[in-house]
């Protein structure tokens, strides 16, 4: 466990870098420092393994304040990785991946085994030991530079922006084969990122730093549902945020309020004439406490016989969905299984509201379609003449 308890770090000319930082993680967690550059992020992690001393406040592993351990202990107990994976071009990949036990003056046997094991793990023959980075594919050198900072077997991995300088699709494949590997080996790591895309993706919690300030320590989940700040949620983005209401928001976000409905002691006339009213075809049915007993449908009503029924004798069973529903499941239902309206209930069953086809729609359009405006005004009139004379052609 790492614990970062009212630290603050001020660099020589008074910057004040960090700020009073209070934050706990567990072992074999895997978190993110996000924030934008200059925020303090390679501050505070140079601070987990002394490289940075804070000028005020403890940090603790496993509960032990680190100043007052042995520097060497701590060093081997705690990677660290920096910008760039990149390999020592004059040493073979066996050297490469063992430099740090090396250092750490493991027995040639040990070194021997790990290296063969990690090979392993990423796929690669155990003949490339003996080769030269340039004999390796882009690919293949970078999967070395993630095993090599595994090598040391250590608790704890620092990795400073790794992959900041890869292209996307390579950052993709190593950003899995990390958080792959260090799942299966059960590594803490502390991993500094200025792109929330990498931080998302890879974080069980992240911290946001802004201005050398912990703005929200939460999962990637946590962040997007309920963003602490502007400054949170501009680092995410509009769009990623208007995609996770869809996963967060409740269907009460869209559904229609106050949907027509009938008690079920009416009769079917009184049903006939309110579907008449509105111009619908079934009717949601309640009983006096407004719960949802099922609907009644037109097409199943035979006025003339049944007029004077109470509709309770008519009511049919239907869908319906609680009111926690996620937006995403109930778009689902509509979409996708093909329902026209769902009703929504409140956990004791009391009608609460409906969504329909058009609530979907609209939800979408907010969402996705709120701030688009068609290129020139004339978008509508291009189109219309070919249209309208296709109309007249067939009259
Ligand atoms: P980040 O990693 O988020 O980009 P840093 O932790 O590197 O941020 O830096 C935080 C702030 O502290 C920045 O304003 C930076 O200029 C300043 N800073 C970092 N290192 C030093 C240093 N050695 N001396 C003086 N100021 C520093
Ligand atoms: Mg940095």
């Not at 992020?41 to 042995?70: A, E, F, H, Q, Y």
Request: net charge negative; hydrophobic share 40%.
């Amino acid at each position: 466990m790492i614990e970062f308890k009212n630290v603050s770090k001020v660099y020589p000319g008074n910057k004040v870098a960090v700020e009073n930082i209070n934050l706990k993680f567990e072992t074999g967690e895997f978190i993110c420092f996000v924030g934008t550059s200059g925020s303090g992020k390679t501050t505070c992690m140079r601070m987990i393994n002394r490289m940075n001393i804070p000028s005020k406040g403890t940090v603790l592993i496993d509960g032990r304040d680190i100043s007052k351990t042995n520097e060497i202990n701590l060093r081997r107990r705690i990677g660290y990785v920096i910008q760039q994976i990149g390999l020592m071009p004059h040493m073979k990949i066996y050297e490469n991946i063992t430099m740090v036990p090396k250092l750490l003056k493991w027995s040639e046997d040990k070194m021997n085994k790990v290296a063969r094991e990690l090979l392993k793990k990423v796929d690669l023959p155990e003949s490339y030991l003996d080769c030269y980075p340039s004999e390796l594919s882009g690919g293949q050198q970078q999967r070395i530079g993630v095993i090599r900072a595994l090598a040391a077997d250590q608790e704890i991995i620092l990795m400073d922006e790794p992959f900041g300088a890869l292209d996307p699709i390579t950052r993709d494949t190593l950003q899995q084969l990390v958080k792959q590997l260090q799942r299966e080996m059960g590594k803490t790591i502390i991993f500094v990122t200025h792109d929330m895309d990498e931080a998302l993706k890879l974080s069980d919690r992240m911290v946001v730093m802004d201005k050398g300030q912990v703005v929200q320590f939460d999962t990637p989940d946590g962040i997007l549902a309920n963003p602490a700040n502007d400054f949170v949620r501009e680092m995410l983005g509009e769009e990623r945020l208007n995609r996770a209401q869809f996963d967060y928001e409740t269907v009460e976000k869209m559904m229609v309020l106050e949907p027509i409905c009938i008690l079920e002691n009416q009769t079917v006339a009184e049903a006939i004439q309110i579907m008449r009213k509105n111009r619908v075809d079934t009717l949601l049915v309640v009983n006096e406490e407004k719960h949802l007993m099922g609907q009644v449908d037109i097409f199943a009503l035979d006025q003339r016989r049944m007029g004077t029924d109470r509709v309770g004798n008519h009511t049919k069973k239907i869908s319906y969905l609680y009111n926690d529903t996620k937006i995403r499941d109930a778009i689902y239902y509509i979409n996708d299984l093909g329902f026209r309206n769902i009703p929504v209930v409140n956990k004791d069953l009391v009608l609460a509201g409906l969504v329909t086809r058009a609530s979907v729609v609209d939800k979408v359009y907010e969402s996705y379609w709120s701030d688009y405006q068609p290129e020139g005004d004339d978008t509508i009139h291009q189109i219309k003449p070919e249209k309208m004379s296709a109309v007249e052609d067939t009259l």
